[in-house]
């Protein structure tokens, strides 16, 4: 389990060991044990040793506050259940070591690196190891697709060749992003298919005035997100 310094709020500037509280996760988890929130606000105050109330944790199923980290650690024990099962997915590489509770050193030691070296490229969320060291890290701290091309700085390339696939050709991208992303190529296909279908339902054809503005504000809008959007289809199985 994470120690008590995993947990803590971080300051600004710091990275969250934890990623956010899933909101949708919270309630399912709540309601499958057939708790109301008053249930769980009390034994949330029974592990922190002084009062909850039940509309803070309201507050966290509707998504208009975020709690701490100690705080997760302590709804997870009044859900009985791990905070993993609470949260998003994790979107750095320490993420992804506290979910799974290992240390920097063990961590280190599975991708086979120093720990020095390790716990640099975990601070910096930049990863540059070689290829055996890298499929280590898969095996090891297992990151979701969006959370290894981040690390590895390829968010921006990533970006260019799905802005390039959706206003042009989509299969021609298919090999090139799977270069980038760790996905089946047969997934990328499925996603950018839908991509290339939804953008071009943003038609602008025989639009003038502020329709046309309205409407080139929205590809625009699907563009900035572009790479946001490929990562919500491919989480999302085929039919």
Not at 16 to 40: F, H, I, K, N
Not at 187 to 198: D, K, M, S, V, W
Not at 205 to 233: C, K, M, N, P, Y
């Amino acid at each position: 389990m994470p120690s008590q310094d995993d947990l803590h709020s971080p300051s600004a500037g710091e990275m969250s060991p934890y990623p956010p509280l899933d909101p949708r996760r919270a309630v399912g988890v709540r309601e499958r044990l057939g708790l109301t929130p008053g249930q769980v606000a009390w034994a949330v105050s029974a592990f922190q040793g002084h009062p909850f109330h039940p509309d803070t944790l309201l507050a966290w199923e509707q998504g208009t506050e975020v709690p701490t980290g100690h705080q997760i650690k302590a709804l997870a024990a009044a859900l009985w259940c791990s905070p993993g099962e609470l949260l998003g997915e994790p979107a750095t590489l320490l993420q992804c070591r506290t979910l799974l509770g290992l240390t920097v050193e063990q961590a280190a030691v599975g991708v086979g690196m120093t720990r020095d070296r390790y716990a640099e490229a975990e601070r910096r969320n930049r990863w540059r190891g070689s290829g055996r060291q890298t499929q280590a890290l898969f095996e090891v701290l297992r990151p979701p697709p969006a959370c290894f091309v981040t690390a590895c700085g390829r968010t921006g390339q990533l970006r260019v060749l799905l802005r390039e696939a959706v206003t042009g050709w989509w299969p021609n991208y298919v090999g090139p992003v799977a270069k980038i992303a760790p996905v089946e190529p047969a997934e990328i296909h499925r996603a950018l298919e839908q991509l290339h279908r939804e953008y071009q339902r943003i038609d602008n054809h025989g639009r003038t005035g502020s329709a046309a503005e309205t409407v080139e504000r929205e590809a625009l809008a699907f563009l900035d997100r572009i790479d946001e959007q490929l990562w919500q289809r491919l989480r999302v199985p085929a039919a």
